[in-house]
């Protein structure tokens, strides 16, 4: 028997961005759109979520990822946002893929403005699906596009951190970076 054909080559651009909190990958397609973003120390997480999403071996035959230079914009752009300038990343073009629902987490993620942050049962609602909140929470740590699409601003109810892809370390750093205080018992501080 004749196996199937096989789905094409996918080729994504590849850049390394140094930050505070750690040398960031930032994945993008070769029209400029984010596909994925996450830490060094997690390459291997990122890998198995772009096979996963993009169906690596399935739909399609391989993926490349190609070393670039700025691709689109972006790597410049995420530097601008670890450089102090928290609104640089809001229009960044973003695609992904994933579910239906996972995606329209995604989108929800990106209306919380930078220095603020809501629960997860509070983005379930957002989304008109007030008891799907744990459903939110898997699809918040599915996010292949960690920081741009902010999944670090989703808390506990109670106002404490919770589990961030990336270590309670940096969820720490980004939300205050972003302006929100938070103490040692990593309990929220709301801003005045």
Not at 85 to 99: C, Q, R, W, Y
Not at 114 to 136: C, D, F, H, Q
Request: charged share 25%.
């Amino acid at each position: 028997m004749t196996p199937p054909p096989r789905g094409p080559v996918l080729r994504f651009s590849i850049d390394r961005l140094q930050t505070p909190i750690g040398q960031m990958l930032i994945v993008a397609d070769l029209e400029g759109n984010l596909r994925a973003t996450d830490w060094n120390d997690h390459d291997e997480r990122m890998q198995r979520f772009l096979r996963i999403h993009y169906r690596i071996g399935l739909e399609t035959e391989r993926l490349e990822l190609e070393p670039a230079d700025n691709p689109g914009g972006l790597t410049q752009a995420i530097a601008s946002y670890f450089a102090g300038n928290l609104h640089a990343i809001e229009n960044l073009p973003v695609k992904t893929n994933g579910t239906e629902f996972q995606r329209e987490v995604w989108r929800a993620l990106r209306q919380i403005p930078a220095g603020a942050t809501i629960s997860y049962k509070t983005l379930a609602e957002r989304i008109g699906r007030p008891a799907a909140t744990r459903a939110v929470g898997l699809a918040n740590g599915s996010n292949p596009v960690g920081v741009v699409v902010p999944c670090h601003r989703v808390i506990g109810a109670d106002g404490s951190l919770t589990g961030y892809g990336g270590g309670m370390e940096r969820k720490r750093w980004l939300l205050e970076h972003e302006g929100v205080r938070v103490n040692e018992q990593r309990m929220l501080q709301w801003p005045a």
